[in-house]
């Protein structure tokens, strides 16, 4: 480290230092200049970290004076190794839980469970606490007699062991799952008031399994097959017809799930992999592909999963989760700390690729601020945004709002609602708003509410 | 996609935008092949990948379609034509009957999948199967394969049916304890039957009920779904069998009103009802002919930062305090589920189904 690197690296404009630390993200040699220009500019301005102009907010706050006692932790020995052979959260998350609406479904076979996306960090689900959805019950499949057979207009109908299917090139992918009903209870207005209960139908693991055009190529698709049937062999034996562009664009037949084997909620053993599409196309314990020249027209993509519009006409095969972001922290689970500083986050997807940007409002949508990403931005995933927020105890509208790749810009509420009529059920992909009450609004200050324009 | 990432060509934004203007002033004078039908921009996948892919953002999507509210950005119609890039329908019918049902596609626009599924499958001349499965011959698969798909294609022969008033008593027996002796409903089961309008006049009117009358666009379907997954604790039952799923299928059409024919024929109690009746009254869905492809995106908004315009503030008026809340428990507490728990609703959300 010479001096001339010193001076150089001292000279540099605001614009390449930012060159140089997005360098730094990516890995490259710029680190050390990084680096030195911290040390350089202090040296040259005087203007280093003063401890005492940290401190200041500190000031005139009372301090605690009682002395600290050791608690039972560090009294006594922890448990040892093996207590739990498969681990197990803290029991003082105990309230960290998939959660269902009795109302909802009439039972509890054909129904759907919410992930709590408010105590959920980063951008992994873990998988206790993935969302289900059964139209049958979750049945417990033996692996070694699980099979997947690909038939149809194919020219060698294939049959497929778990093992044969793990001999397969493997791939690992980062993805999100949505129910396309995520949020469908708001059509008509507010009723819930927890983010768990207005996009808890969704989540997002790490996927590992075998690419579907491989195993699809493997039993020789002829030219006529258009489509392919995907079934489960579980009750319900759900089945979805799939373009056949689709199902070879990144499409494919995972076997494991954060790293474990699925979970048996999840589709146990194997599961279809639809990147970006709506959750009910991701078959779970898929035990047949058929290759068709049409699509199937079955129950799953005429009755349900088509969406009605204001003049009485429907949206059928509308495969693609349109973007989508809500904020997490805070919501309608916590209430304001009092007036301050905070850092707001939250989640943005897309079906179609990678977000862009992400913005959020503090007051309804009139002026916005972009928010930077703590996650890594990856394609058809959960990307974790936050931003500064800095709020003076007055009442606000907050909201988020999604940019993704194709340039798609997530539209507020009134809009959606004048285009699309209230009676679709699924795809409502608007932004929310939470309003936080003033600071000084009696008992409910600092409450914040999931509100609808 | 499983390609790698798209590299950021700032200047072909730029481009695009000069581009566009030509594409859309070129109207009917331009250049022959310049427009697709005289209404697209024929070099829609230039104008995609000059702007980075962005196939979905307002400006390349009104270069490519034009503004106008036929065809253009701010219609919905244009994107129901086979030729526009945007539409995800596709010319050829399935049925060949007057369903006005046709395949839908993934739009041309979508490039990338286009170029994914071209690099993974149409241009991979290379492959050479594993030879990590095991053939299996169709005969094989004989319990396994229960589609039947809109053309009917699976269906049982016309050998196998029965009297629609045996189909009723297997109905009420295996189905009416969910589903209502009618059709009509029971134990929070949404119904088969009921003969409501689709369509509802305001926003926060009650959702309308779909049922197999006035929603579902096939026959086929039915026989399908209830062979597949009926009855709820037992299905794809052998005590049932086609036969009797036939005479199922042919009490609830019944329960339905679907015609059979043009002189709107009724389904009679003593009909025998069997594939042949099945795809009668697949011709004859109410609501058949009512569906259409993913129009998506019917939205694309500008990226706005300060000073929006009124249309995207607030309550669309520009009014930042005009909102809904959910409804209070008497104590004040918000809840989710207010009308349920002072039960002045019947459970469900008021719509059929999630």
């Known amino acids: 480290m010479t001096d001339q690197i010193v001076e150089k690296v001292a000279v540099q404009t605001e614009e390449s230092r930012n060159q140089g630390r997005r360098a730094f993200l990516k890995g490259s040699a710029a680190v050390a200049g990084g680096v030195l220009f911290t040390k350089a500019a202090s040296a040259a301005e005087g203007a280093g970290y003063d401890p005492k102009k940290a401190v200041a907010p500190y000031a005139g706050k009372q301090e605690l004076t009682e002395v600290l006692q050791d608690g039972a932790a560090r009294k006594t020995l922890g448990f040892g190794v093996r207590k739990y052979p498969y681990g197990m959260p803290s029991p003082f998350e105990k309230e960290v839980q998939r959660r269902t609406l009795e109302w909802l479904t009439p039972d509890s076979m054909a129904s759907i469970t919410m992930t709590p996306l408010q105590s959920l960090h980063g951008i992994i689900t873990p998988n206790g606490l993935h969302f289900e959805r059964f139209h049958g019950g979750v049945p417990t499949i033996n692996p070694d007699e699980h099979r997947l057979v690909i038939h149809g207009l194919v020219e060698r109908p294939l049959i497929f062991t778990m093992d044969d299917l793990k001999r397969f090139p493997s791939v690992s992918r980062i993805h999100f799952v949505e129910c396309p009903a995520n949020g469908a209870m708001e059509w008509k207005g507010v009723q819930l008031n927890s983010v768990q209960w207005t996009h808890g139908m969704m989540s997002c693991v790490e996927y590992t399994g075998v690419r579907l055009s491989d195993l699809l190529k493997e039993a020789g698709i002829k030219p006529e097959g258009k489509w392919i049937i995907p079934e489960g062999a579980d009750a319900a034996g759900l089945t979805r017809s799939i373009p056949i562009d689709l199902a070879m664009d990144d499409c494919f037949v995972a076997y494991a799930q954060n790293g474990e084997a699925l979970r048996r909620e999840q589709g146990y053993p194997i599961r279809l992999v639809v990147p970006g599409c709506e959750a009910n196309m991701w078959v779970k314990y898929l035990r047949r592909i058929q290759v068709h020249d049409v699509p199937a027209q079955h129950r799953e993509e005429t009755s349900k999963y088509t969406e009605l519009m204001p003049d009485g006409t429907a949206q059928r095969f509308s495969w693609y989760m349109e973007p989508n972001s809500v904020i997490t922290y805070p919501s309608p689970d916590f209430k304001m700390q009092g007036p301050g500083k905070y850092y707001v986050r939250g989640l943005a997807w897309s079906g179609r690729g990678k977000v862009a940007h992400v913005d959020v409002s503090f007051d309804g949508g009139k002026n916005w601020k972009e928010a930077h990403f703590t996650s890594p931005v990856l394609d058809k995933a959960w990307t974790r945004f936050e931003v500064e927020w800095e709020w003076d105890g007055s009442e606000a509208f907050l909201m988020s709002r999604v940019t993704d790749e194709t340039g798609y810009v997530q539209p507020p509420m009134p809009q959606m609602r004048t285009l699309e009529g209230t009676n679709n059920v699924y795809h409502r992909t608007a932004m929310v708003t939470w309003r936080v009450h003033a600071w000084e609004d009696g008992k409910n200050g600092g409450m914040i509410e999931n509100v609808q324009y | ?354």
């Open chain 2, 1 to 354: 996609m499983f390609s790698t990432n798209k590299t950021l060509i700032a200047a072909a934004v730029a481009t695009l935008f000069a581009g566009s203007a030509s594409a859309m002033s070129g109207s009917s004078d331009g250049a022959s092949g310049e427009k697709i039908n005289g209404k697209y921009a024929a070099n829609y996948e230039e104008i995609i990948r000059a702007a980075d892919g962005k196939y979905l953002d307002a400006k390349v999507i009104e270069a490519i379609l034009g503004k106008d509210a036929t065809y253009g950005r701010e219609g919905l119609e244009g994107k129901l034509d086979p030729a526009n890039p945007y539409s995800f329908e596709v010319e050829d019918s399935i049925d060949g009957g007057n369903h006005g049902n046709a395949q839908c596609k993934i739009p041309a626009a979508f490039v990338e999948v286009h170029d994914s599924a071209k690099a993974n499958y149409y241009n991979d001349s290379k492959f050479v199967a594993r030879g990590f499965g095991t053939p299996i011959a169709e005969s094989a698969l004989a319990k396994w394969n229960i589609v039947v798909d809109g053309d009917g294609k699976g269906l049982p022969d016309a050998s196998v049916g029965m009297t629609v008033e045996e189909g009723a008593k297997i109905y009420v027996q295996f189905c009416g304890m969910c589903h209502g002796e009618f059709g009509e409903g029971a134990k929070g089961y949404l119904p088969l039957a009921v003969d409501e309008n689709l369509i509802t006049s305001a926003f926060d009117d009650p959702a309308p009920m779909k049922t197999v009358g006035n929603y579902w666009p096939y026959a086929t379907t039915l026989f399908d779904y209830i062979r597949r997954t009926m009855p709820f604790w037992t299905p794809n039952a052998p005590f049932i069998g086609d036969k009797g799923y036939m005479g199922i299928v042919g009490y609830i059409l019944q329960s339905n009103y679907v015609k059979l024919d043009e002189n709107g024929t009724e389904i009679q109690d003593d009909d025998f009802f069997n594939s042949e009746m099945l795809m009668k009254a697949n011709k004859f869905m109410k609501n058949q002919g009512n569906f259409f492809c993913d129009h998506r995106p019917v939205i694309h908004n500008e990226r706005c930062m300060t000073n929006c315009p009124d249309a995207q503030v607030g309550d669309g008026k520009g009014d930042i305090h005009h909102y809904k809340q959910a409804r209070r428990l008497p104590d004040g507490t918000p809840q989710y589920n207010v009308p349920q728990r002072m039960h002045e609703d019947p459970p469900g959300v008021g719509h059929s189904g999630m």
